[in-house]
């Protein structure tokens, strides 16, 4: 069992930058991947990144490739996205999410991930 817990999000302007944390606790997430994923009101929950268990792969969305950067610390538990370059686009609330299945693989497909998030809100300002 894992839990996460979400930190980091606010209002900013267009341009800003934020970073987002997700924290674990119940275990150690240095065997997992972990992901980002964001759910704009009426929109269905899409992918932003993910990071498989050792911190050696990651993949992202195409709207937030050389924007976003997610990260990891196994040492603390910890995921972050670091989002730079905020577009109004990129409101949404955003969800922190584990998988153990295929921890080598930072996958995409949000059904493989078995823990959530809370989430937090980010809304970029025009």
Do not use: H
């Not at 069992?1 to 924290?23: F, H, I, K, T």
């Amino acid at each position: 069992q894992v839990q996460l817990v979400e930190s980091g999000g606010g209002l900013v302007q267009a341009g800003d930058s934020l970073r987002l944390s997700c924290a674990a606790s119940g275990r150690t997430i240095s065997s997992i991947a972990m992901g980002w994923f964001r759910q704009a009101p009426g929109k269905e929950r899409e992918f932003v990144a993910a990071i498989n268990w050792s911190g050696g792969s990651t993949n992202y969305a195409d709207s937030v490739k050389g924007r976003f950067t997610i990260s990891r610390d196994n040492a603390k538990d910890t995921v972050y996205l670091q989002m730079n370059s905020l577009k109004p686009e990129d409101t949404a609330v955003y969800y922190c999410a584990a998988k153990f299945r295929r921890a080598w693989y930072a996958g995409d497909d949000l059904s493989e991930y078995e823990y959530w998030g809370q989430g937090t809100q980010v809304t970029v300002s025009s």
